[in-house]
């Protein structure tokens, strides 16, 4: 089994940066993709960014050029650098990895980090 723990959420005002971080621990053979995800009140969980072991990235349209997805193989980590940061950028963050183990990929949820962006 595996765990997520994330860390970097907090209180900003807008036009801050804040910068996540997810690192993935425990048993599992390879870290294949990673991602963040928001989920604001009543609304449902929306994508944020991934990005695959290969490096490819995609990115919500409304946190392009504001956000920065990016990845520590060596220490099974995700980033998530948020600058520029809006009131609607107020929601649970959580990371997401799809992990192998014993050749089946699992998928891994972080706890989830406030970020709340108000003045």
């Known amino acids: 089994q595996a765990q997520l723990v994330e860390s970097g959420g907090g209180l900003v005002q807008p036009g801050g940066s804040l910068r996540l971080s997810c690192a993935a621990s425990?048993?599992?053979?390879?870290?294949?993709?990673m991602g963040w995800y928001r989920q604001a009140p009543g609304k449902q969980r929306e994508l944020v960014a991934t990005?695959?072991?290969?490096?490819?990235?995609n990115y919500a349209d409304s946190v392009k050029g504001r956000f920065t997805i990016s990845r520590d193989n060596a220490k099974n980590t995700v980033y998530l650098q948020m600058n520029s940061l809006k009131p609607e950028d107020t929601a649970v963050y959580y990371c997401?990895?799809?992990?192998?183990?014993?050749?089946?990929?699992?998928?891994?949820w972080g706890q989830g980090t406030q970020v709340t962006v108000s003045s």
């Open positions: 997401n990895m799809k992990l192998t183990f014993l050749r089946k990929e699992y998928d891994y």
């Open positions: 425990g048993r599992f053979f390879s870290v294949n993709s």
């Open positions: 990005i695959t072991s290969g490096g490819s990235i």
